[in-house]
């Protein structure tokens, strides 16, 4: 094993760069995130909704009361990670989501699991989430943030792939309740060894530079490729300057909006993949090929993100997501319903380095937590409400036709809107 001290030392002789380290961790604290993702609690939809006597629609609002709490903690949680680092708060986060999940194996009735979910999981869950380790990475990354961000990112499309071969044989095996409880220790093991041994605040803090490098123009040997401007990453930014930026709310209504079908989506996928008639098995599939993905097309998105202006990029993977979407919800097979899903992931596993990247060309590496906090009250607080309204909307409809088509439309105006985002004037800040 390389150990950090060891791993500067590496670097120093060009073999690696620390940064690549903090990558891996960001990596292994995205599957452990997953634990708490709508994805995995889909698959626990039906056979809890049963034992405790729920309705989807009520079921769903769990989510909603999950994603404002995330909201509400963004702000707070945002400012530490630009002061103190992330080292401290991933590994207090896996502790305080793995107690809850011990504590669920053991409710009995919804308003306990509720409780439970709002209080140890969320707040855990925010703490160690992919706020804080993207607002970390990109610290340590500027021309390689991009894909820096997609290797990290790709953690939740593995855990995604592995999560429904997993839950679904020990719901058979142990149940829903006891499932909670082996994400307990699998939280436990994961995630706080790594943080506290490898995870550190900085490139500076080692004596290193953004990327390894230099803070000058890089060549590849062939020609220079061009690098964000070192006003642009200097920048520090108020609370205050960010929300008077045009850019700001633009990001907000790009990204907030469509959030409300990905949560939506997430939870309800499963359920609609079966109520088409199909078995488990089957839905499982359809989560498979979302979650595969979403393994490797965040690396691409990245890689592209790196090269090509970020707005048509983001325009992209709208409208891939969108073409999926619809194709899903029009199919008369099982198989064309995988192909639709299987375009859908493709670009929401862009939506896992985009938004981040957007952010942090806007507004720079080193208040990225603080704006990034404020972003993610106001698009959490969009994505609250894709849950129960799909929940509710199935109530009432019977089917999940007319949330998913929305969801369609909704993507391809929010793919259009990025093209709008460009960095505020230098007098915008401070």
Same mark, same amino acid.
């Given at each position: 094993m390389v150990t950090p001290i060891s791993a500067h030392h590496a670097h120093a002789s060009g073999r690696i760069y620390y940064g690549w380290y903090i990558v891996a961790v960001g990596f292994i604290a995205n599957v452990t995130s997953s634990f708490a993702l709508a994805s995995t609690l889909s698959i626990f939809l039906k056979p809890m909704t049963l034992d405790l006597g729920v309705s989807r629609g009520v079921f769903s609002l769990l989510r909603s009361g999950e994603g404002l709490i995330g909201a509400f903690m963004a702000p707070f949680v945002?400012?530490?990670? %630009?002061?103190?680092?992330?080292?401290?708060?991933?590994? &207090? &986060?896996?502790?305080?989501?793995?107690?809850? #999940?011990?504590? /669920?194996?053991?409710?009995? $009735?919804?308003?306990? +699991?509720?409780?439970?979910?709002?209080?140890?999981v969320t707040v855990g869950d925010a703490l160690l989430g992919y706020m804080v380790i993207n607002v970390m990475i990109a610290r340590w990354f500027v021309r390689k943030r991009g894909r820096a961000i997609a290797v990290s990112s790709m953690g939740i499309g593995f855990a995604k792939i592995v999560m429904p071969f997993l839950v679904v044989p020990l719901l058979a095996w142990l149940g829903w309740r006891h499932t909670w409880a082996v994400f307990g220790v699998l939280t436990l093991v994961l995630i706080v060894a790594p943080a506290l041994f490898y995870i550190r605040r900085s490139p500076e803090d080692m004596g290193l530079n953004p990327d390894g490098l230099d803070p000058v123009a890089v060549t590849d040997g062939k020609t220079p490729r061009p690098q964000p401007s070192a006003g642009s990453e200097a920048r520090i930014w108020t609370r205050k300057a960010g929300l008077q930026t045009r850019a700001f709310w633009l990001i907000v209504a790009v990204f907030g909006v469509s959030a409300v079908g990905v949560t939506g989506v997430n939870l309800h996928v499963f359920a609609y993949v079966t109520d088409l008639g199909y078995s488990d098995l089957r839905a499982v599939g359809a989560l498979s090929v979302i979650a595969s993905t979403q393994l490797g097309s965040p690396l691409v998105w990245g890689l592209i993100a790196d090269r090509v202006d970020v707005r048509w990029s983001t325009l992209a993977k709208f409208l891939?997501?969108?073409?999926? !979407?619809?194709?899903?919800?029009?199919?008369?097979?099982?198989? !064309?319903? #995988?192909?639709?899903? +299987?375009?859908?992931?493709? &670009?929401? *596993?862009?939506?896992?380095?985009?938004? %981040?990247?957007?952010?942090?060309?806007?507004?720079?590496?080193?208040?990225? *937590?603080? =704006?990034? *906090?404020? &972003?993610?009250?106001?698009?959490?607080?969009?994505?609250?409400?894709?849950?129960?309204?799909?929940?509710? /909307?199935? %109530?009432?409809?019977?089917? #999940?036709?007319?949330?998913?088509?929305?969801?369609?439309?909704?993507? $391809? =105006?929010?793919?259009?809107?990025?093209?709008?985002?460009?960095?505020?004037?230098?007098? %915008?800040?401070?």
């Amino acid at each position: 094993m390389v150990t950090p001290i060891s791993a500067h030392h590496a670097h120093a002789s060009g073999r690696i760069y620390y940064g690549w380290y903090i990558v891996a961790v960001g990596f292994i604290a995205n599957v452990t995130s997953s634990f708490a993702l709508a994805s995995t609690l889909s698959i626990f939809l039906k056979p809890m909704t049963l034992d405790l006597g729920v309705s989807r629609g009520v079921f769903s609002l769990l989510r909603s009361g999950e994603g404002l709490i995330g909201a509400f903690m963004a702000p707070f949680v945002g400012p530490l990670v %630009d002061r103190h680092g992330s080292r401290w708060l991933v590994t &207090g &986060g896996a502790v305080v989501a793995a107690v809850g #999940y011990f504590i /669920l194996s053991q409710v009995e $009735v919804f308003w306990q +699991f509720v409780l439970v979910r709002w209080t140890f999981v969320t707040v855990g869950d925010a703490l160690l989430g992919y706020m804080v380790i993207n607002v970390m990475i990109a610290r340590w990354f500027v021309r390689k943030r991009g894909r820096a961000i997609a290797v990290s990112s790709m953690g939740i499309g593995f855990a995604k792939i592995v999560m429904p071969f997993l839950v679904v044989p020990l719901l058979a095996w142990l149940g829903w309740r006891h499932t909670w409880a082996v994400f307990g220790v699998l939280t436990l093991v994961l995630i706080v060894a790594p943080a506290l041994f490898y995870i550190r605040r900085s490139p500076e803090d080692m004596g290193l530079n953004p990327d390894g490098l230099d803070p000058v123009a890089v060549t590849d040997g062939k020609t220079p490729r061009p690098q964000p401007s070192a006003g642009s990453e200097a920048r520090i930014w108020t609370r205050k300057a960010g929300l008077q930026t045009r850019a700001f709310w633009l990001i907000v209504a790009v990204f907030g909006v469509s959030a409300v079908g990905v949560t939506g989506v997430n939870l309800h996928v499963f359920a609609y993949v079966t109520d088409l008639g199909y078995s488990d098995l089957r839905a499982v599939g359809a989560l498979s090929v979302i979650a595969s993905t979403q393994l490797g097309s965040p690396l691409v998105w990245g890689l592209i993100a790196d090269r090509v202006d970020v707005r048509w990029s983001t325009l992209a993977k709208f409208l891939i997501q969108a073409a999926g !979407l619809i194709v899903a919800i029009t199919a008369g097979s099982l198989p !064309l319903v #995988y192909v639709g899903f +299987f375009f859908y992931g493709v &670009g929401l *596993g862009g939506n896992m380095v985009l938004q %981040d990247v957007v952010w942090a060309r806007i507004f720079g590496r080193l208040s990225m *937590g603080r =704006i990034r *906090g404020l &972003g993610i009250l106001m698009t959490h607080s969009f994505a609250a409400l894709g849950p129960p309204f799909f929940g509710f /909307l199935f %109530d009432w409809t019977g089917s #999940y036709t007319v949330p998913f088509t929305l969801f369609a439309v909704t993507l $391809v =105006i929010s793919g259009f809107l990025s093209l709008f985002i460009v960095a505020p004037p230098q007098a %915008d800040t401070a």
